[in-house]
């Protein structure tokens, strides 16, 4: 079975700081891994994926991830955080997009 | 492209209810996912059609619950005799498959509130 989890709930950063969500997964094989980010009374939006190659993955809005099999990695980082990035992350895992298993979310907030 | 659309975007239902909803997916989209999200954990996986054959449902959709997607393109979920349980954000996501990417793109969600 597959399963992801975010370990932390709750993260507090100050705006410009560095950010970095851990996600760890439980998968039979080669993974997809995602990150999506949700904003309140937003959809879900994808902001970056991995399917293979270069363990480094480059998304939108300045985000990175990297996977990291001998560890099940899948962490997020962004290097200097805006006050707009604040929102719920969460990280998903599966055999591709649609059956994916989600972990239960992030909260990110961001002190000016 | 509009985006994937989800209507109503609120509904308030008395328990024992039958509710419905709509979601349009992105228009040259094959996939299309109904996910169900609960306050403080993520979407979970309901069900999901190509075109209009529906190919899986969990375990979680239970017999009260049906989805249809009669000619590929709309999707309807209906959920019956409606209990407080089923109160959540129901999730509609869209894709082209079969590209490799599969990039799902989710829409803003029906949040439901069973009294």
């Known amino acids: 079975a597959q399963s992801v989890t975010q370990p932390d709930i709750h993260i507090t950063v100050s705006e410009g700081a560095s950010l970095e969500l851990r996600c760890n997964y439980s998968?039979?094989?080669?993974?997809?891994l995602f990150w999506y980010v949700q904003s309140p009374g937003q959809g879900l939006q994808l902001l970056l994926k991995?399917?293979?190659?270069?363990?480094l993955v480059q998304g939108i809005k300045g985000f990175e991830a990297e996977f990291k099999r001998s560890q099940s990695s899948f962490n997020l980082r962004k290097p200097s955080v805006h006050w707009s990035d604040a929102a719920e992350y969460f990280c998903?895992?599966?055999?591709?997009?649609?059956?994916?298993?989600f972990g239960d979310g992030t909260t990110l907030t961001v002190k000016p | 492209d509009t985006g994937v659309s989800q209507n109503p975007r609120h509904k308030i239902t008395k328990r024992g209810q039958n509710v419905t909803f709509r979601c349009d997916p992105i228009?040259?989209?094959?996939?299309l996912y109904w996910y169900r999200q609960t306050l403080g954990q993520g979407p979970e996986f309901l069900t999901y059609?190509?075109?209009?054959?529906?190919?899986?449902k969990s375990r979680l959709l239970s017999d009260r619950f049906s989805a249809e997607r009669p000619k590929g393109s709309f999707s309807t979920l209906e959920i019956q005799r409606t209990e407080q349980g089923d109160s959540a954000m129901y999730l509609c996501?869209?894709?082209?498959?079969?590209?490799?990417?599969?990039?799902?793109?989710f829409g803003p969600g029906t949040r439901l509130t069973v009294l």
């Open positions: 996501a869209s894709s082209f498959y079969p590209l490799s990417t599969d990039t799902q793109y």
């Open positions: 998968y039979g094989a080669t993974p997809y």
């Open positions: 991995y399917f293979s190659g270069d363990t």
């Open positions: 998903a895992v599966g055999p591709n997009a649609g059956k994916s298993t």
């Open positions: 228009s040259e989209h094959n996939r």
């Open positions: 059609f190509q075109n209009e054959a529906q190919l899986e």
